[in-house]
C-alpha cells in the first residue's frame, strides 16, 4: 500500500490511475517549466503567483489520486492487515 513506511512497499497502481498521474505529473512539470521562464522575463507578480497557485493545486490532485488508489487497494484487499490510521490521518493532513 503507499502509505506505508516501514519495509517501504512500492505503490502498485492500476495501469489505468497510473497513465491518469503520470499525465498530471507532466503537466504539473510544464507548469513549473513555465512558472521558472516567467521569473527569468521578471513577469508580474500576480501572474506568477496564479501560475504557482495552479502548479501547487495540481501536485495536490495528484498526491490525492496516489492516496485514493491506496485506500482502494485496502478495501479490495480487506483480508491483509488493516491500515494504520494514524498515519492515514497524517497523510490526509499533509495534503493541506
Do not use: H, N, Y
Request: proline residues 3%.
Amino acid at each position: 500500500m503507499p502509505w506505508q513506511a516501514a519495509g517501504r512497499s512500492r505503490v502498485k497502481l492500476d495501469p489505468e490511475v497510473r497513465g491518469s498521474l503520470q499525465r498530471r505529473l507532466r503537466r504539473a512539470r510544464g507548469q513549473v517549466d513555465g512558472i521558472l521562464r516567467m521569473v527569468e522575463d521578471e513577469r508580474d507578480c500576480a501572474e506568477l503567483l496564479t501560475q504557482l497557485s495552479a502548479v501547487s493545486r495540481a501536485l495536490d490532485r495528484a498526491a490525492i489520486e496516489v492516496l485514493s488508489a491506496g485506500l482502494q487497494q485496502c478495501a479490495v484487499e480487506g483480508e491483509s492487515a488493516a491500515p494504520d490510521r494514524v498515519k492515514l490521518e497524517r497523510l490526509f493532513l499533509s495534503l493541506r
